[in-house]
Nanobody, 119 residues
């Protein structure tokens, strides 16, 4: 069982920046693909960014050029640097860890951290 603990959310003005962190309780952090998802009120959860065990990254079109995902395997932590924030970025942001085993997908979620972009 892997526990994921997010931090770094809060209230920020449009155009501002925040950095989210997600610390994982596993000694094999490096093998997991790590991702950030978000869910706004009344909407489905959506992928924001993902980084694989080989540090390949992928982003939602809505955040490309503004958000950067990174990982520090020595600290068992994944980050999401969010710049040029917009009101539409307001959501609960969730950390995800996953990997494929032989016959199933192993997946874990954090509890979420609120990001509010408002003037």
């Amino acid at each position: 069982q892997v526990q994921l603990v997010e931090s770094g959310g809060g209230l920020v003005r449009p155009g501002g920046s925040l950095r989210l962190s997600c610390a994982a309780s596993t000694s094999i952090f490096s093998v997991y693909t790590m991702g950030w998802y978000r869910q706004a009120p009344g909407k489905q959860r959506e992928l924001v960014a993902v980084i694989t065990s080989t540090t390949s990254t992928n982003y939602a079109d809505s955040v490309k050029g503004r958000f950067t995902i990174s990982r520090d395997n020595a600290k068992n932590t994944v980050y999401l640097q969010m710049n040029s924030l917009k009101p539409e970025d307001t959501a609960v942001y969730y950390c995800n860890a996953n990997r494929w085993l032989v016959v199933r997908r192993e997946e874990y979620w954090g509890q979420g951290t609120q990001v509010t972009v408002s003037s």
